[in-house]
């Protein structure tokens, strides 16, 4: 069985949450470059895309827990910031007795609406903060979730393992190897197994990601794949970086490792959901979709 989170790290509950503290980085993607960070559009390596976004989302992960936590929930399966929720759509299907991988688990809010369901879920995470966070629930909560410190860019585990791989919101727009990332999913999985994803829907790529009238603007094309990168002015290194890719892309990749699309969802924006999101908002979510919900089945 995967290794659960060894602890390098002080225990969370002798470094509270701090909910005064905001990400430059995170902030900067709604409102544009924080002071100190500026925006490039170049290609980057796995490497160093890893290491900038678990700066980030270690620098974030407490302001992200105390400002979304209690709409996702201690033990929650929450797919995006319209609001849907697993418990009414079911996309992964039956789940008890199931062993099952939650890429970018955060504090495994998911994973843990899982295993109070009877399914055996693993989460990981490369953020060690946000891994924390799970920790501190696991003891409010009173369900535990094993987790592991690691990137979506080479899964820590071994062939056959999961019957189930999902990330809800969590990785896949932070590895720069579509292909590759697809592939080890496959490998991980038994055969037949189901790989689910939400993410920022493609076609946001071409606005701002502001959740006002100025995020309804073309800005950029839906076909330039160029990595969205933040550098610090002061040391020249990279704070920050989202890939793109298409619909049509995802299609190809799922479909190249052995994948049969079952659904394509794009949610619809809820008549009475006033939440705004970073980039989500009522505004926005009525006239263009905000998130895709892909779910597919390994075939070969």
Known sequence: ?????????????????????????????????????????????????????????????????????????DAGFLWSPEGVREDDHRFLGAVRGRTVLEIGCGAAQCSRWLTDRGAYAVGLDVSWRQLQHSRRIDAEHGTAVPVVCGSGAGLPFADRTFDTVFSAFGALQFVADAAALTRDVARVLRPGGRFAFSITHPTRWMFHDDPGEDGLVVVQSYFDRTPYVEVDDADGSTRYVEHHRTLGDWVEVLSDAGFALRRLVEPTWPEDHDRTWGGWSRTRGLLTPGTAILVADLVD
């Open 1 to 73: 069985m995967p290794a659960v989170l060894p602890d390098p790290h002080p225990d969370p509950a002798t470094t509270p949450l701090d909910p005064t503290r905001l990400s430059p980085e995170v902030t900067a993607r709604v409102s544009g470059p924080a002071p100190g960070v500026h925006p490039q559009r170049r290609p980057v390596a796995e490497d160093e895309t890893v290491r900038a976004n678990r700066a980030d989302w270690d620098a974030y992960a407490d302001e992200y827990q105390e400002t979304h936590g209690p709409f996702l929930g």
